[in-house]
């Protein structure tokens, strides 16, 4: 098979990485000099230093270039694959109404976060949006908008994610409050109270709390941390039991930052095609990807109308907007009557400001330097915890959003972990948050989307001393 231009250099830098002549800290070549090198293009360099980035082998810092990781010494191994068994019954809500209670918690370094720290969203373009926004809507936006969502935002969604081979129109997408107002519609669109759905395990915790609230059974997959939810398991599901839908987070899943491979996505299309199941896609962190493509979604790979894709803004630009969408498929025409009986639309002025920021391209612009900052912060926050957490700690290595999923050793109690570290103004998410089932109770999940500094790297050192004090 013939090497890539790209592949080459990837090749050279591991090497000197390995042989030690490039150590961890010192600076790479530039672009330019990468590129008259190899003779090779700007994209060529940059597509090589983006794998690199994807490996954990360099790091980016912001008006300084490339250098060498320093945390290429030491690194944990991933957590294991996840052995749920049978359907869950348990709450979660006692946990995590704990936990966001605390949240808001002044001088707190919030790992337990579910979203990029504010200094990383552009707030001033974004004020600046609703002043416009203000200006050129009728009614200055204080008219009611379209059931389906403003025309066009809906437009600059399909255009937006058409690179991704999503293949859609404005016509194929609803507007939604939010991804889980976008979930809640679709769940409710193909599952009835007493029915069963499958997702991956652990999940967010918010998908248990909504397919608690709807009356639906869970029934909870094996799922590894690089690859998603296992296919055999999935496979087995579908073909053996009566599932009303699968609810999967393709993309960089909350919480262990899981990418499904295109192979698995592609498979997981078929057995749901084949046994008529609907599949109900969270795809909100997809845009948040570290390497040079952006990640196919399921939906890309259906021409049954079985998927319904669900996404927002809410990760990567605006949480407050509440502005996500789903595209139905064949449950379109459902998705807008329980649209209109529950909250009959959204607001008008935040979907028009979207529709501005993807129109114009500032979206896009946004969402590079965020992808480079989350990047380096996941490098440095993982070579962190090598550094300061005990040995037997286990860590995973997600290409994209903010999340880091940590396994300590089986004694650690994270709940009780929980106490003693928001005593210490450090706020975590403890593992049994994402299942209903008695697991991962000696698993946190922290969020990389706050700044790296100081301040950061001495909570992460505190946290390690809490848990290695057992």
Request: aromatic share 8%.
């Amino acid at each position: 098979m013939k090497t890539l231009l790209y592949e080459q250099i990837v090749a050279d830098i591991q090497a000197q990485v390995a042989s030690r002549s490039l150590r961890p800290g010192d600076k790479l070549p530039s672009l330019r000099t990468i590129c008259e090198r190899y003779n090779v293009s700007q994209t060529t360099a940059l597509q090589a230093y983006y794998h690199l980035e994807a490996k954990g082998l360099i790091e980016s810092r912001p008006r300084s270039g490339y250098f060498a990781s320093e945390w290429t010494d030491k690194r944990f191994p991933i957590p294991c694959v996840s052995a749920p068994s049978g359907a869950g019954a348990a709450s979660v809500n006692e946990v995590i109404t704990r936990v966001y209670g605390d949240m808001g918690r002044s001088g707190a370094v919030p790992f337990s976060m579910g979203m990029p720290a504010l200094e990383l969203l552009p707030v001033a373009k974004l004020n600046k949006g609703l002043v416009r926004a203000t200006r050129s809507l009728p009614g200055s936006g204080l008219e009611y908008e379209q059931v389906q969502g403003n025309g066009n935002l809906r437009n600059q969604i399909a255009r937006f994610y058409g690179r991704a081979g999503q293949g859609m129109t404005g016509e194929d997408l609803v507007i939604s409050n939010g991804c889980m107002e976008a979930l809640s519609l679709s769940l409710m669109a193909v599952t009835q109270r007493g029915g069963t759905i499958a997702v991956e395990s652990p999940v967010y915790f918010g998908i248990l709390q909504l397919a608690q609230s709807l009356g639906l059974k869970v029934i909870e997959l094996p799922t590894h941390a690089q690859t998603g939810v296992e296919i055999d398991a999935l496979k087995k599901v579908v073909s053996s039991q009566k599932i009303d839908a699968c609810l999967l987070v393709s993309n960089f899943n909350n919480p262990l930052g899981s990418c499904m491979p295109d192979a698995h996505k592609q498979e997981a299309v078929r057995l749901i095609q084949l046994y008529g199941v609907p599949l109900i896609e969270d795809d909100i962190y997809g845009e948040v990807y570290f390497g040079a493509d952006r990640p196919r979604s399921c939906h890309s790979f259906d021409d049954s109308g079985l998927v319904l894709w669900c996404s927002s803004v809410s990760k990567t630009l605006a949480p407050g907007y509440r502005v996500g969408w789903v595209t139905p498929g064949k449950f379109k025409k459902q998705v807008i009557n329980l649209k209109l009986y529950h909250t009959i639309t959204g607001a008008t002025i935040t979907q028009e400001v979207i529709a501005g920021f993807l129109e114009t391209g500032r979206y896009a612009h946004h969402l590079r330097k965020l992808r480079q900052t989350l990047h380096a912060n996941s490098l440095r926050y993982a070579g962190a915890i090598a550094e300061y957490f005990p040995e037997g700690t286990r860590v995973s290595r997600p290409e994209g959003g903010f999340i880091l999923w940590v396994e300590l050793n089986q004694r650690i109690d994270t709940v009780a972990l929980y106490d003693r570290a928001i005593r210490q103004n450090i706020s975590i998410a403890p593992g049994n948050m994402f299942s209903l089932q008695d697991q991962y109770r000696n698993c946190i999940r922290l969020s990389y989307g706050m700044p790296w500094d100081k301040n950061i790297e001495m909570a992460l050192k505190k946290l390690g001393q809490l848990i290695a004090a057992g």
